[in-house]
């Protein structure tokens, strides 16, 4: 909800702290409702266009749509092996990121350590992305 | 002046003057509830008719002007004609999932409007760790998508799902990039605090030239992590038909439309605060007066118009640029923007540690 700062410029007398404290409280709880507004926003469009839609059936609407010739053997067809290997390139590097984020935030005040720290993770991940890259797997066959 | 901000709090403290706290509480759920609901209706409207009003200027026609005040209600009457479509679900489908996606990728565009501040202290939830949540929400949507591509049971889906996953988990790495050389920067990962540094000047300005890589890339990753063309592969119209939503219909269609356009909006929004400042007006040094001038433009508008200005550039970017392959797609990622972003954000931690931002 609102979050309220103390040393908001706005801030008048009539506003405690206790009262911003409760309002922050309520911080989680705006998840809980954007997940419900999205269900509520979902389901009343779904449900409205099912009340004034009308419909019928016929085999012919059931079936996969391909331009409208008939679909041949199964549907769920194998795929190229390259979104496998990206997906695992992806997860590395990912997971990266996220140990940047705690990194990112303190850096201005720990300085040039942090930076070595983070160049020697770098490096090591950047090895392993030479090794992927000498391998082909960044090769789209 | 009339400003989002004291409204939000002449409402908090009237509720809570009049009402016990729970249902004060209560009330506020409720009121931000329904301003969020009619905010993504409203952006779909507008979003919907300024992409068709923007690519029909840039190709020298008119584009929609019958319905409404110059075709203003055009968007309106799309909406109402889906409504009363019949949403089919194909033989094959895996109907469960079939089902569920459009909600997935529908909360998921929801859950991004908590942080997103839209003035001063006019924000749903100001959570302290505002950036890492926007990346971690905001790559749920991908579950969704690959859901409606495999529940079709349709060649076209599949491909288009798995195209479209590959190409949203790549960017995501150069977009987090890129938002990370701000986090440097402003040293905090709370949205607030990261505007209230920009008092002084925009990132973009204040970070030299490794900020404005940062915000190039930033905007590369994100208009290829909506979908958006040249990077549209995913729904490629001349050889996918519509990608992972070729067999929805109706209200369905309509919500994964809705929920692409609200993502475009929640990016910029997300790039406007970052990079240029949110809701902070426009200063120059010291022109007392001019910056004067700006402050008296309310904050929302301020958020509201950079906001439509990066939607405006992606807009443009579709009728620029061709669409790319997919290998080419992958390359630029792998081999270009994702070691540009890591130098870039060296570049800028060394500029953070000698203090050379201003």
């Known amino acids: 909800m609102i979050y309220y700062k103390e040393k908001c410029r706005f801030d008048n007398s009539q506003n405690k702290a206790g009262q911003a404290k409760k309002i922050d409280k309520m911080g989680a709880g705006s998840m809980i409702l954007l997940i419900l507004c999205g269900v509520a926003f979902s389901a009343g469009g779904i449900i409205l266009s099912r009340i004034l839609s009308r419909s019928s059936y016929n085999p012919q609407k059931g079936q996969t749509y391909e331009c409208g010739v008939p679909t041949i053997g199964k549907s769920l067809v194998q795929l190229n092996v390259g979104y496998y290997l990206f997906a695992l390139l992806f997860l590395i590097f990912d997971v990266e990121l996220v140990f940047l984020y705690p990194w990112a935030v303190v850096v201005k005040q720990v300085g040039w350590p942090a930076l070595i720290e983070v160049l020697v993770f770098l490096f090591i991940l950047f090895l392993g992305f030479l090794y992927a890259h000498k391998k082909g797997a960044l090769k789209w066959m | ?358």
């Open chain 2, 1 to 358: 002046m009339f400003s989002l901000e004291k409204i939000s709090i002449g409402v908090q403290t009237a509720l809570n003057n009049s009402l016990p706290a729970f249902w004060a509480l209560m009330a506020q759920f409720a009121i931000v509830g329904v301003l969020v609901i009619s905010l993504f209706a409203v952006l779909g409207l507008v979003l919907v008719f300024m992409e068709r009003k923007v690519s029909a200027y840039m190709q020298i026609r008119l584009g929609p002007n019958r319905v409404g005040y110059k075709g203003t209600a055009q968007t309106l009457a799309d909406t109402l004609k889906l409504l009363v479509k019949e949403g089919l679900i194909p033989d094959g489908a895996d109907k469960f999932l079939f089902r569920l996606a459009p909600y997935v990728v529908m909360i998921s565009a929801m859950l991004l409007m908590a942080p997103i501040p839209f003035s001063r202290n006019f924000q749903i939830w100001d959570i302290n760790i505002g950036v890492l949540y926007i990346s971690a929400i905001s790559s749920m949507a991908v579950i969704g998508i690959l859901m409606a591509g495999w529940s079709s049971n349709n060649k076209y889906s599949l491909l288009g799902a798995m195209r479209s996953g590959a190409q949203i988990v790549s960017y995501e790495l150069s977009a987090g990039l890129s938002v990370l050389s701000i986090v440097i920067l402003s040293g905090s990962l709370q949205l607030s605090e990261i505007i209230q540094s920009q008092e002084n000047g925009w990132w973009l300005f204040k970070g030299h030239i490794p900020a404005v890589i940062a915000f190039v890339i930033f905007i590369i990753a994100v208009t290829a992590e909506t979908n958006r063309a040249p990077f549209d592969l995913a729904e490629a119209e001349s050889e996918l038909t519509a990608g992972f939503h070729t067999e929805y219909s109706g209200m369905r269609f309509a919500l994964f439309f809705l929920a692409e356009y609200a993502n475009i909006f929640i990016v910029c929004a997300i790039g406007a605060t970052l990079f240029l400042g949110g809701w902070m007006p426009f200063h120059v040094g010291s022109w007392s007066a001019f910056n004067q001038i700006m402050d008296y433009i309310p904050g929302s508008i301020w958020f509201f118009g950079k906001t439509f200005l990066l939607i405006f550039v992606i807009m443009w970017f579709r009728w620029t640029f061709p669409r790319l392959r997919i290998d080419q797609l992958l390359n630029l990622e792998w081999k270009y923007l994702l070691p540009i972003g890591l130098i870039n954000l060296l570049l800028i931690t060394v500029m953070a540690i000698l203090g050379w931002h201003f």
